[in-house]
């Protein structure tokens, strides 16, 4: 079974500065999909980037990017020029490629990111 | 498209007191989703479904059931509420096929058993 894992469970960052999220992940499969989502306190969960990762080139999303690193398993989230907006739960996940069944998400534990006026 | 709503947002049960949470999409989708998330995790697979009357078990499906009986709509059943179900649960859909398949979420529901 895959697992992702996030390991800061807060962050903080001032307001237009760079901050970064990280996320690893275990699986044995070569191919497979990676996301992160974004959890505002209104609970609302909202897809800010995905990554193939058949693709070597890394996700990016205006002010957020990722870098994927295949053999590392990583992949952390880069949110650049923060805004106080940016202010929510992270939430790396994993889906399976050849899972063509359930077609399901496995989540992280979330980062909670604070931004700083 | 109101996409996908979930009824209702806040509830309160005692142990033992049965309860159905709605979710309901004007998508099209093939795929539903039920997911819990515990204080400080990630959201967990209990049920999901790929078509009316086709389900199967996530995760964590104890104490939990679902029917789907439409496309549109995928209850999810609390027979006896536990207090290890106190949870906020995600319904989330999707159309389930092609590269850039992306699941939609609901709002939640904040449930607290006492």
């Known amino acids: 079974a895959q697992t992702v894992t996030q390991s800061q469970p807060e962050m903080s960052v001032q307001e237009a500065e760079t901050v970064t999220l990280s996320c690893t992940y275990d699986?044995?499969?070569?191919?497979?999909?990676l996301f992160w989502y974004k959890q505002p306190p209104s609970r609302q969960m909202i897809l800010v980037i995905r990554q193939e990762a058949y693709k070597q080139q890394n996700a990016t999303e205006n002010r957020f990017s990722v870098n994927f690193q295949k053999a590392a398993k990583s992949f952390s989230l880069k949110i650049s020029d923060s805004q106080l907006g940016d202010a929510a739960m992270y939430f790396c996940a994993y889906r399976s490629f050849m899972d063509t069944g359930r077609r399901a998400l496995t989540f992280g534990s979330g980062t909670r990111l604070q931004v700083q006026p | 498209n109101a996409g996908v709503t979930q009824t209702p947002k806040f509830r309160i049960l005692k142990i033992g007191q049965s309860m159905t949470l709605q979710c309901a999409q004007d998508m099209n989708h093939n795929y539903m989703y039920w997911y819990r998330q515990d204080p400080g995790m990630g959201l967990k697979l209990i049920y999901y479904s790929v078509g009316a009357g086709i389900t199967d078990k996530g995760e964590v499906p104890n104490g939990y059931n679902v029917s789907r009986s439409t496309t549109e709509d995928f209850p999810l059943r609390l027979e006896l509420a536990a207090p290890s179900q106190t949870s906020v649960y995600f319904c989330a859909s999707s159309l389930g096929q092609g590269v850039r398949d992306e699941q939609f979420f609901g709002p939640g529901t904040r449930l607290t058993v006492l």
């Open positions: 699986t044995s499969e070569s191919d497979y999909y």
